[in-house]
């Protein structure tokens, strides 16, 4: 029992709904919320779709809670997202793209190599 835990995170869920937005076909308990969603603005459709390589298939780590830190608002989670140093950002949103193999160097993301796989599993993914 001491290596469970559970935490909340406002943001989490937030993003994990972004997912079901994305993936419909694999949350079928949420239909009847993804059909009210159609009404959302154009524009926000398409920044959830340009965004979706964060979402889709692996949610990155910075997403997710701290097990031994206080609850935290929805507004505290996305203050501390934008504190993050632009590296960790890097390496987090291109987690989805490009198995780091765990390794969570942020430096590994300015490889010209690995800057190209990201690239082309983007494109793979159908994102700009």
Do not use: C, N
């Amino acid at each position: 029992m001491e290596h469970v835990a559970h935490a909340y995170s406002p943001l989490l869920e937030a993003v994990l709904s972004l997912h079901v937005l994305v993936e419909p076909k694999h949350h079928p308990l949420q239909h009847p919320w993804i059909r009210q969603m159609r009404s959302l603005p154009a524009q926000l459709k398409r920044e959830i779709a340009a965004f979706a390589f964060v979402y889709r298939r692996h949610v990155p780590d910075v997403f997710a809670p701290s097990p031994v830190d206080d609850l935290r608002s929805f507004e505290d989670e996305l203050a501390a997202l934008r504190g993050l140093d632009e590296g960790t950002i890097a390496l987090e949103f291109s987690r989805p793209l490009y198995d780091h193999g765990g390794r969570r160097d942020p430096s590994l993301v300015q490889r010209g190599e690995v800057q190209e796989r990201i690239v082309a599993s983007a494109r793979l993914a159908g994102g700009d």
